[in-house]
C-alpha cells in the first residue's frame, strides 16, 4: 500500500511565496506521474501541473509563470514553489501518485492542503 501526505501550507498575504509538498511513501513500484490538483469550496477539482520522473512538468496555463514543481525522486517528494500568489489560488491543493504495479498504474491521492492568499 502507498500512503501519500501533503504538507506545507497556510496563510500568505497576496504577491507571496509558499511551498507545498507531497510525500509517498510504502510499497512504491515504478512511478510514472505525480500531478497536484487545487479544489475551491465549492467548485470541481482542477488540475494544476503534472511532473513525470524525467523531471519534465506541464502547467495549467494560469500558473505556468508562477509555480515550480521539482521532485526528489530518492525521498520520494514532490515540491510545488508557488510564487506571485493571487487571492484566486486559495484552494486546497492535492497530489495524485500514479504508480504502475503489477503492469496497471494505480493512483494514490493525499488528504490535500489547505492554502489561503488573502491579506
Known amino acids: 500500500q502507498v500512503q501519500v501526505v501533503e504538507s506545507g501550507g497556510g496563510l500568505v498575504q497576496p504577491g507571496g511565496s509558499l511551498r507545498v509538498s507531497c510525500a509517498a511513501s510504502?510499497?512504491?513500484?515504478?512511478?510514472?506521474?505525480i500531478r497536484w490538483y487545487l479544489q475551491a469550496p465549492g467548485k470541481e477539482r482542477e488540475w494544476v501541473a503534472t511532473?513525470?520522473?524525467?523531471?519534465?512538468?506541464n502547467y495549467e496555463d494560469s500558473v505556468r509563470a508562477r509555480f515550480i514543481a521539482s521532485i526528489d525522486n530518492a525521498k520520494r517528494r514532490l515540491h510545488l514553489q508557488m510564487n506571485s500568489l493571487k487571492p484566486e489560488d486559495t484552494s486546497v491543493y492535492f497530489c495524485?501518485?500514479?504508480?504502475?504495479?503489477?503492469?496497471?498504474?494505480?493512483?494514490?491521492w493525499g488528504q490535500g492542503t489547505q492554502v489561503t492568499v488573502s491579506s
Open positions: 511532473t513525470t520522473t524525467g523531471n519534465t512538468t
Open positions: 495524485d501518485w500514479a504508480i504502475n504495479g503489477g503492469g496497471r498504474t494505480y493512483e494514490y
Open positions: 510504502g510499497s512504491i513500484g515504478k512511478i510514472m506521474a
